[in-house]
Antibody, heavy 123, light 105 residues
Framework: QLQLQESGPGLVKPSETLSLTCSVSGDSTSNSYYYWGWIRQPPGKGLEWIGSIYYTGSTYYNPSLESRVTISVGTSKDQFSLALSFVTAADTAVYFC???????????????WGQGTMVTVSS | SYELTQPLSVSVALGQTARITCGGSNIATKNVHWYQQKPGQAPVLVIYRDVNRPSGIPERFSGSNSGNTATLTISRAQAGDEADYYCQVWDSGTVFGTGTKVTVL
């Protein structure tokens, strides 16, 4: 049974870089059937896709965040990461990592999600 | 950028049918997916590619997609169906709808 778990600081200062890791158990980020993604949800608001990555390292980013986002796959093959630079209070949100349905298709929906981790941007 | 519009809220009587719409330009040409999210939890995929149910999702959940509107239908609504529901498509990236809060009366 595949499981995802986000980890990282719960508090980040404005203008700094938010860094989160998603640990994958029960499968591997090198599985060619899946894409791995990050989605966030500000308190009381809707879902916003941040970006996705394939095991080859190919990435797709939300155009509104692209200039500040880097998603990478860890060398251990059981982790992938998110870095969001120059954060402001508007980046305060619950951050989810997720896996796509297995069709080797970046347009596939996310069928497996982590529980989410709250990140607050504040000095 | 592509926009998906959903009603803010939908109410349904216990045991009746709820329909949640998702409006987008020529959305019928896209694959629409639907998620259910309960408070404090991660979203759960309930419909993918317009009409397909993942394993474990009750048959009471169904989807359709035509013209400029996709619809998620919840038949025989139960108290446990109370949640926020989001539609999603791919258009130069993953796009989520605005979300609909479903209340079961």
């Amino acid at each position: 049974q595949l499981q995802l778990q986000e980890s990282g600081p719960g508090l980040v200062k404005p203008s700094e870089t938010l860094s989160l890791t998603c640990s994958v158990s029960g499968d591997s980020t090198s599985n060619s059937y899946y894409y791995w993604g990050w989605i966030r949800q500000p308190p009381g608001k809707g879902l916003e896709w941040i970006g996705s990555i394939y095991y080859t390292g190919s990435t797709y980013y939300n155009p509104s965040l692209e200039s500040r986002v880097t998603i990478s796959v860890g060398t251990s093959k059981d982790q992938f990461s998110l870095a969001l630079s120059f954060v402001t209070a508007a980046d305060t949100a619950v951050y989810f990592c997720a896996k796509t349905l297995g069709y080797s298709d970046y347009t596939s929906p996310f069928d497996n999600w982590g529980q989410g981790t709250m990140v607050t941007v504040s000095s | 950028s592509y926009e998906l519009t959903q009603p803010l809220s939908v109410s349904v009587a216990l045991g009746q049918t709820a329909r949640i719409t998702c409006g987008g330009s020529n959305i019928a040409t896209k694959n629409v997916h639907w998620y259910q999210q309960k408070p404090g939890q991660a979203p759960v995929l309930v419909i993918y590619r317009d009409v397909n149910r993942p394993s474990g999702i009750p048959e009471r959940f169904s989807g359709s997609n035509s013209g400029n509107t996709a619809t998620l239908t919840i038949s025989r609504a139960q108290a446990g169906d109370e949640a926020d529901y989001y539609c999603q498509v791919w258009d130069s990236g993953t796009v989520f709808g605005t979300g609909t809060k479903v209340t079961v009366l």
